[in-house]
């Protein structure tokens, strides 16, 4: 596999448990040919995540309570959250998830049925090998749905590539540039996980999202794990 994703050692050691799983996917038809069938995927996905939010404090569900912690460990910006905790949120006030694209639909699934954040971008739209690592701060970066920049605060974890951010704070805010459209052929997909118990739980979405992805869209995905020394 030509390397995806570059870990920067800034990130090994803010969180030395941290592990990512990441498949590479190539050649696939991302339309939708069955709406109603990624609903039925994303309903079934949002029963097992139930699991998951069974404290009625909201932010005292483990899920919820280690990602909190992880992101007081670096600047970001006010209100940001884990990918997984806004998923989370959304079962907890009783919300569905609509089906947007394959991809999406798939990846929101497994990061609901797991407990752990789940992203992806179109491998064709990054410029260069996609880094995690720590912003310098003002690195260009439009997010989904926005019609401003908003560039990412120094000192804040970040994905990024040559060209700018590409999802700032983890998995929290995507940008419009490498996001995952019906029109993605190729895309890189990354679970995270910052703690022994998240990354079992990694291990195993990774092999369920593989699977999914070749069952839905008919592609074998390359998997790699990134984890520290």
């Known amino acids: 596999m030509v390397q995806s994703l570059k870990i920067d050692e800034e990130i090994w050691q803010m969180f030395p448990e941290a ?3 990441v498949l590479v996917v ?14 039925a995927l994303l309903n079934n996905a949002i029963d097992k995540s139930q699991k998951y939010i069974t404290n009625d404090v909201f932010r005292d569900n483990p899920v919820i309570s280690e990602w909190r912690d992880a992101f007081s460990k670096f600047k970001k910006k006010k209100g940001a959250r884990a990918s997984i905790e806004a998923l989370l949120k959304r079962i907890s006030q009783g919300k569905s998830l609509s089906p947007i694209n394959p991809l999406v ?9 797991y407990g752990v954040p789940c992203g992806g971008e179109d491998l064709q739209k990054l410029d260069g090998v996609m880094h995690l690592g720590v912003a310098k701060g003002g ?17 804040e974890v970040i994905y990024y590539d040559e060209t700018g951010a590409v999802c700032r704070c983890f998995n929290w805010r995507e940008a419009q540039r490498t996001m995952l459209t019906d029109n993605t052929t190729d895309a890189v997909m990354v679970i995270e996980a910052i703690n022994a118990d998240q990354a079992k739980r990694a291990e195993a979405a990774i092999e369920k999202l593989k ?5 839905e869209l008919g592609v074998a995905g390359e998997q790699i794990t990134l984890k520290a020394q």
């Open 211 to 215: 699977e999914l992805i070749e069952s």
């Open 26 to 39: 190539r050649g696939i038809n991302n339309h939708s040919e069955s709406e109603r069938r990624y609903q």
């Open 139 to 155: 690195e260009n970066f439009r997010p989904l749905g926005s019609d401003k920049d908003e560039p990412a605060l120094s000192d």
């Open 19 to 21: 592990r990512f799983e």
């Open 105 to 113: 639909d798939i990846y929101n699934s497994i990061s609901l049925e």
